[in-house]
T-cell receptor, first 112, second 114 residues
Framework: KQEVTQIPAALSVPEGENLVLNCSFTDSAIYNLQWFRQDPGKGLTSLLLIQSSQREQTSGRLNASLDKSSGRSTLYIAASQPGDSATYLCAVRPTGDYKLSFGAGTTVTVRA | SQTIHQWPATLVQPVGSPLSLECTVEGTSNPNLYWYRQAAGRGLQLLFYSVGIGQISSEVPQNLSASRPQDRQFILSSKKLLLSDSGFYLC?????????????FGPGTRLTVL
């Protein structure tokens, strides 16, 4: 069974600092990995999707890397802003399946 | 563009009462549909998914059920709620079976069972 772990569970940084969020998964047989953002009491918004054959994806200040063999992904957020405060979740889609396995998330607070 | 709706946004129900949560998707046809539950401090747990009208798969044993009476409508139900049914319920859709596709989530329903 795929287990997805996100460390740290919570993170607080001053505005302008770069953020590094980690995600690890136990089974490297995945089709893709996704990063989502969730604001308090809201649904999830997809940020980046990395195919299993890719090493990284970028969107604006966000960059996500994937090392499938070691079961790790990292989400980098450059020059953080208070508006980046949210919970970030990673999810993996196993090979041969379309169901996602989610981590518990990292809650980020960016202090102005 | 595609949009996904869920209602109600919040719900407080007594133990033993029935439940009906609704999810509808606009702007696409024949989507895969999903019901998730999110408990505090934990990841999302997939409850049900559907690949077509009347086709429902259950991921975990529970006292909840799901139905898909129309192509873009997904309903989560219970005949008698338990305290453990409290949580944040999210509906999601994806285009098809392609493994590279993403899932798009609705705004969620906060359910409190007292």
């Amino acid at each position: 069974k795929q287990e997805v772990t996100q460390i740290p569970a919570a993170l607080s940084v001053p505005e302008g600092e770069n953020l590094v969020l980690n995600c690890s998964f136990t089974d490297s047989a995945i089709y893709n990995l996704q990063w989502f953002r969730q604001d308090p009491g809201k649904g999830l918004t997809s940020l980046l999707l990395i195919q299993s054959s890719q090493r990284e994806q970028t969107s604006g200040r966000l960059n996500a890397s994937l090392d499938k063999s070691s079961g790790r992904s990292t989400l980098y957020i450059a020059a953080s802003q208070p508006g980046d405060s949210a919970t970030y979740l990673c999810a993996v889609r196993p090979t041969g399946d379309y169901k996602l396995s989610f981590g518990a998330g990292t809650t980020v607070t960016v202090r102005a | 563009s595609q949009t996904i709706h869920q209602w109600p946004a919040t719900l407080v129900q007594p133990v033993g009462s029935p439940l009906s949560l609704e999810c509808t998707v606009e702007g696409t046809s024949n989507p895969n549909l999903y019901w998730y539950r999110q408990a505090a401090g934990r990841g999302l747990q997939l409850l049900f998914y559907s690949v077509g009208i009347g086709q429902i798969s259950s991921e975990v044993p529970q006292n909840l059920s799901a139905s898909r009476p129309q192509d873009r409508q997904f309903i989560l139900s219970s005949k008698k709620l338990l305290l453990s049914d409290s949580g944040f319920y999210l509906c999601a859709w994806s285009l098809d079976h392609r493994y590279t596709d993403t899932q798009y989530f609705g705004p969620g329903t906060r359910l409190t069972v007292l």
